[in-house]
């Protein structure tokens, strides 16, 4: 375990740093469009297993792999129409696809926690590009935080939950999405894993047809998905039209909140506010009310952590 964890630039000595850093077995984390994602060699057995070690995560939940262009993702999954069509429609970008992992893709057995499939995805990110870049390998990166708290989107977040369980982090600012990338299982008929930065609505209309929902409990959900999540230290209250004595009120619209995920209403400005906003509102130890945000778009994904922040715990 490492004593201190080193920030880094994003520039080019810092990349060159980093990807040294993963050559030799360690993690570092870094900026992408969506969350602060938690990175190391994904070929390397031990260093995945310092993964889940650091994040506290349990073995079974398996991690997305990051590469640089849709051709390095070919290398490791079994491709197909639908993944070439959503492939060339939102990466790079806010979506994970899960395909059938190849027999010869060469990663750590820990990656996929054994499943017969593969989470990958191709970031935006010009951080995560230029890192991916100066590496040339595939990268296993959940999202940079203990498991089961608020996600990270500034590097101080994760230095918060991880400073001294990991080499470094990168300097990248605050991510512009916000919430987690989407992810489309592609692997039998398309269904939706999770809602996040790619809105369900956009991967419908460019699939040409609706994709299969999957209801929590039910096998084919990401395993990732347990009830509890995101959670601050005080109870949430969702939908909340006031606020009660000694609660915090994190508002949405026009309405007089304590912090507003967005006043104006937006969907795209509220899920670039959402975990930084719980990160605060978490930091003054007070229940938390939330105001109600609109089922459409982004919304989906808002609500989605909203609603697992506010599930009980331990579950
Ligand atoms: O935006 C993101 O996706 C961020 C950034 C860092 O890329 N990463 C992220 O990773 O959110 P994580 O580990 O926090 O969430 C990954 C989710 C988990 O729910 C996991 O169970 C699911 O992906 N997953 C991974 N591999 C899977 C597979 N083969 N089949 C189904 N779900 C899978
Ligand atoms: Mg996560």
Redesign the pocket.
């Known amino acids: 375990m490492p004593n201190a964890t080193e920030i880094l630039q994003a520039d080019l000595a810092g990349f060159a740093t980093a990807s040294a850093i993963w050559s030799a077995g360690g993690l570092v984390a870094f900026p992408t469009e969506t969350?602060y994602g938690l990175g190391a060699d994904a070929r390397d057995d031990r260093a995945v297993a310092r993964i889940f070690e650091a994040k506290g995560r349990p073995r079974f939940n398996p991690l997305i792999v990051h590469v640089e262009t849709v051709d390095a993702a070919r290398r490791y999954v079994t491709w197909s129409d639908a993944a070439e069509i959503l492939a060339s429609a939102f990466w790079p970008g806010p979506l994970t696809l899960v395909l059938p992992l190849r027999a010869d893709a060469g990663l750590s057995p820990l990656v996929t926690a054994e499943l017969p499939t593969l989470a990958i995805r191709v970031p935006e990110h010009p951080v995560a590009r230029g890192l991916l870049s100066t590496f040339g390998g595939p990268v296993a990166a959940?999202?940079a935080?203990p498991s089961g708290r608020i996600?990270p989107t500034t590097a101080a977040h994760v230095l918060a939950g991880l400073s001294g369980r990991i080499e470094a982090v990168i300097e990248g600012g605050a991510c512009a999405v916000g919430v987690?990338s989407t992810i489309v299982g592609l692997a039998g008929e398309p269904c939706l894993l999770r809602p996040g930065g790619v809105p369900v609505e956009a991967i419908e209309a460019a699939l040409g047809m609706p994709l299969a929902r999957h209801v929590a409990g039910d096998p084919l959900v990401a395993p990732?998905q347990l009830q509890s999540?995101y959670a601050p230290g005080a109870p949430v209250r969702l939908n909340a039209q006031d606020r009660r004595a000694g609660e915090l009120l994190l508002g949405f619209g026009a309405v007089d909140a304590d912090m507003n995920l967005s006043p104006s209403g937006d969907l795209i400005e509220a899920a670039a506010n959402l975990f930084g906003h719980l990160h605060a509102l978490d930091a003054r130890d007070a229940p938390i009310a939330v105001s109600p945000v609109p089922e459409v778009g982004l919304g989906r994904a808002i609500n989605d952590r909203l609603r697992r922040a506010a599930a009980p715990r331990g579950a």
């Open positions: 969350v959940p999202s935080n996600s987690e990732g999540h």
